[in-house]
């Protein structure tokens, strides 16, 4: 009977006894998981590397790089409901994203039009390209101008992307600059990327975004 409870007791000793893990092991792991996430992050890199360091003689770029980029994750805009809109969500795609109130005058309506335009002469990429309108406050447009604009998402700006949305106009085109008149592009990461000029060429653009979309394997 002793020996029995010996034997219990050693069971239960060694049961107890936690492993300690591998330094090597835990080493490889993480290197694993490192070059996982650089895998995942290199076509938008390439794409980046490909569009705006690697220059071929005579090329120039119409879109004005945001510099430094701007991260919007964890950032929200409040979608038409009043509720939180993630701009995490957006992720995986190329975006055109357009600013303006819900009345939408002229201005508003051409860059609504001209981001409709490009992305439907991008042809079989088009659906790698989508478009969000932020307006600058609630409210419904006219149904008219959003029977013109099939999948055509919206949102409503807060103050907090408002803030950083005007950042980065003021950085891109000086501190005279105003979101509402600069249609913005927003990669597959997640990163307000490259803005364009008032009253922008479409022509111009669709060579931006077809190169960019040649260039990256994401979104």
């Known amino acids: 009977m002793m020996k029995s409870n010996e034997k219990l007791e050693g069971m ?23 070059a996982l996430f650089l895998v995942c992050l290199s076509p938008v890199l390439a794409s980046y590397f490909t569009y705006y360091v690697i220059q071929p003689e ?11 980029q701007l991260a919007l994750e964890g950032t929200s805009a409040l979608s038409l409901d009043g509720k939180p809109f993630a701009m995490d969500s ?6 055109f994203v357009a600013v303006d109130a819900p009345a939408c005058e002229k201005a508003c309506q051409d860059k609504l039009y001209w981001m409709r335009q490009v992305r439907t002469t ?11 309108w932020i307006q600058t406050t609630a409210g419904e447009p ?4 959003l029977a ?3 999948g055509l998402q919206r949102a409503v700006l807060d103050a907090g992307l408002r803030t950083k949305l005007e950042q980065a106009a003021r950085q891109t085109f000086g501190e005279q600059a105003r979101i509402e008149d600069h249609v913005m592009i927003l ?3 997640g990163n307000l990327m490259m803005m364009y000029p008032k009253d922008a ?5 669709k060579k931006d975004i077809i190169k960019l979309l040649k260039a990256s394997r994401v979104g």
Do not use: C, F
């Open 142 to 145: 006219a149904s008219s101008l």
């Open 58 to 68: 005579g090329r120039t770029n119409y879109g004005s790089l945001v510099q430094p």
């Open 122 to 132: 991008t042809g079989r990429e088009r659906d790698r390209v989508e478009r969000l």
């Open 90 to 95: 957006l992720r995986g795609k190329w975006w």
């Open 12 to 34: 239960s000793a060694t049961s107890s006894i936690t492993e300690v893990p591998d330094p090597k092991a835990l080493r490889r792991s993480r290197i694993k998981l490192i």
């Open 201 to 205: 060429n479409p022509s111009k653009v």
């Open 148 to 150: 013109e604009h099939e």
């Open 187 to 189: 990669d597959p990461l």
